[in-house]
């Protein structure tokens, strides 16, 4: 058996277990979420209340700013936990670094590292250049209220990424999953 298809073996065993990338994914998402909305929550309730509703031309009503900010999570888990899956990035994450800093880092504190920086790439893409232009092309004009490039939103992100890929590392299955990967295996 080749050292490729050896990889990809142990990649997909490791991460199809009793629960899976998927329901790991939904589940990350959706803590991870929960505990950005709690901060956001804690800054400015009415970013929950009014202003997600809001974006989407909704009247503040209750709950729907964080059902909606839930379901954000767990579409964005979703997206999470299929892009650490692939071959390419979970290869990636796998490698043997040749410092010792990361070299002592298993695979599931590599998940969580993972899970901080897809937290930072979703506050650099979706608050910072995609909700201005939806809120201008809708109309909805919700972002105006918005802290789109505030500490809060970029600490809000960030603490979404790290429980998310707390959480994963915790639901996926990784045993038999190791970090002895070379660069070019």
């Given at each position: 058996m080749s050292a490729?298809?050896?990889t990809n073996t142990i990649a997909t065993a490791g991460l199809s277990g009793s629960i899976g990338w998927l329901?790991?994914?939904?589940?990350g998402g959706a803590?991870?979420?929960?505990?950005?909305?709690?901060?956001?929550?804690?800054?400015d309730p009415g970013i929950l209340e009014g202003t997600i509703p809001a974006i989407y031309g909704l009247e503040a009503a209750g709950l729907v700013g964080w059902l909606i900010h839930l379901a954000h999570g767990v579409v964005l888990g979703l997206a999470?936990?299929?892009?650490?899956?692939?071959?390419?990035?979970?290869?990636?994450?796998?490698?043997?670094?040749?410092t010792e800093a990361l070299s002592g880092a298993g695979i599931a504190l590599r998940l969580v590292g993972a899970g901080f920086v897809f937290g930072l790439t979703v506050w650099a893409i979706l608050p910072v250049l995609v909700l201005?232009?939806?809120t201008g092309a809708t109309?909805?004009?919700g972002a105006g209220e918005?802290?789109?490039?505030?500490?809060e939103s970029l600490l809000g992100h960030l603490v979404f990424g790290t429980v998310l890929g707390?959480?994963?590392a915790a639901a996926v299955d990784l045993r038999g999953v190791s970090t002895d990967r070379r660069l070019g295996d």
């Amino acid at each position: 058996m080749s050292a490729e298809s050896n990889t990809n073996t142990i990649a997909t065993a490791g991460l199809s277990g009793s629960i899976g990338w998927l329901v790991g994914g939904a589940l990350g998402g959706a803590v991870g979420a929960a505990a950005f909305g709690l901060l956001l929550w804690l800054f400015d309730p009415g970013i929950l209340e009014g202003t997600i509703p809001a974006i989407y031309g909704l009247e503040a009503a209750g709950l729907v700013g964080w059902l909606i900010h839930l379901a954000h999570g767990v579409v964005l888990g979703l997206a999470f936990g299929l892009l650490v899956t692939r071959d390419r990035v979970f290869g990636v994450l796998r490698t043997n670094a040749e410092t010792e800093a990361l070299s002592g880092a298993g695979i599931a504190l590599r998940l969580v590292g993972a899970g901080f920086v897809f937290g930072l790439t979703v506050w650099a893409i979706l608050p910072v250049l995609v909700l201005p232009v939806w809120t201008g092309a809708t109309g909805t004009g919700g972002a105006g209220e918005f802290p789109i490039v505030g500490i809060e939103s970029l600490l809000g992100h960030l603490v979404f990424g790290t429980v998310l890929g707390l959480v994963f590392a915790a639901a996926v299955d990784l045993r038999g999953v190791s970090t002895d990967r070379r660069l070019g295996d």
